[in-house]
């Protein structure tokens, strides 16, 4: 009866930040980004917009094949074709302001909410048993600026947390929000991502990302986590790693102005073994001020209800 009525007021949150964040907020979004479109795709001559449309035509051919081919090794070998392919429509001029429509079914294609770049990723199956990811960040401009991404998650093991990766090194993920922030006078963005490359459990992972003349860098101490392995020190990207069947929130809140989270336990009592870590039913949060991400601890308080007592509107 308890996990039954926790989870229906679970349903209820979920719904509630769903609205919030695909109500207003997304609307807004939407109209700015048609105008933005309209306005710079104007900047691609339409000898080169004949090309993008053919390219990209390839592109999404190639991009089938890389996620069902057959055999499983041909999946790798369609994903490095189908990154040439990308790199070489990323060569002709203001490539950054064609949006690549068609191709956003097959790929993620995500924008930082300041426009200071766009990541392309994706996924695919070497093994049914293994995940691998690839990603490339382009900066705005007339000349192609890009920064190719290797994931280098399986190397990180359990030092994942603690690491600061350069030279494209990357905790490989699917990115679904990005938030900018600026420290020290140097924007600093929070990238929103999901690793499912293990058999066993998932990862949603909080990445900052910074950009500078040397390149790119993944990892700041900017959340208000101590680190498992270093306790004088604060994680360099936060990590909710959990069970693989069951589902974890972690998304940013627009009205309250915070991240919000699930808080996780561990079904068999046993904090090592993240596999096992499910939702409690109660949630967490960050809160950016004094240029970090400060946690908060039951940032939404939940009710237990006892048996025969039902749950009220909207959770309260």
């Given at each position: ?12 949150i979920?719904n509630k ?12 979004f ?6 933005y ?6 900047m691609?001559t339409?000898q080169?917009?004949d ?5 990209e035509?390839?592109?999404?051919v ?9 055999i ?13 392919q ?13 949006p690549?429509d ?5 790929i993620?294609?995500?924008?930082a909410?300041?426009n ?19 990603g ?19 190397e ?14 990357w ?11 600026e ?7 929070t990238?929103?991502g999901?690793?499912s490359?293990?058999p066993?459990s998932?990862k ?26 270093f306790?004088q ?6 990590i ?5 069947e ?8 627009q009205?309250?102005?915070v ?11 046993d ?10 039913g109660e ?7 004094n ?8 940032i ?8 025969g007592?039902?749950?009220?509107e909207d959770?309260k």
């Amino acid at each position: 009866m308890f996990r039954f009525d926790v989870l229906k007021i679970r349903g209820m949150i979920y719904n509630k930040y769903t609205l919030r964040i695909t109500g207003r907020v997304f609307t807004a979004f939407v109209f700015a980004f048609l105008a933005y479109g309209k306005a710079f795709s104007q900047m691609i001559t339409p000898q080169d917009m004949d090309k993008f449309h053919i390219m990209e035509d390839s592109m999404v051919v190639t991009s089938d094949s890389m996620y069902q081919a057959f055999i499983d090794d041909d999946h790798v070998m369609y994903s490095e074709r189908f990154a040439h392919q990308l790199v070489r429509a990323l060569k002709i001029p203001n490539s950054y302001y064609y949006p690549f429509d068609k191709l956003k079914d097959k790929i993620n294609i995500i924008y930082a909410d300041d426009n200071g770049f766009r990541i392309f990723n994706w996924a695919i199956t070497p093994t049914p048993a293994t995940k691998r990811y690839y990603g490339a960040i382009q900066l705005p401009g007339e000349k192609l600026k890009l920064f190719g991404l290797r994931d280098y998650a399986d190397e990180l093991g359990k030092g994942a947390e603690d690491s600061v990766l350069t030279n494209g090194k990357w905790f490989g993920a699917i990115y679904y929000r990005i938030i900018t922030h600026e420290v020290d006078g140097k924007k600093v963005y929070t990238l929103f991502g999901l690793n499912s490359s293990s058999p066993i459990s998932n990862k949603k992972v909080l990445d900052p990302l910074t950009i500078n003349d040397n390149g790119i860098t993944f990892g700041a101490p900017i959340f208000g986590v101590v680190s498992e392995n270093f306790p004088q020190l604060r994680v360099n990207r936060f990590i909710l790693e959990y069970k693989k069947e069951v589902q974890v929130f972690m998304n940013w809140d627009q009205e309250k102005q915070v991240i919000v989270f699930d808080r996780l336990v561990s079904q068999m009592n046993d904090p090592h073994r993240k596999y096992t870590y499910v939702p409690s039913g109660e949630y967490d949060g960050f809160r950016w001020a004094n240029d970090m991400w400060n946690y908060l601890r039951d940032i939404m308080p939940i009710k237990i209800l006892q048996d025969g007592e039902q749950p009220l509107e909207d959770g309260k």
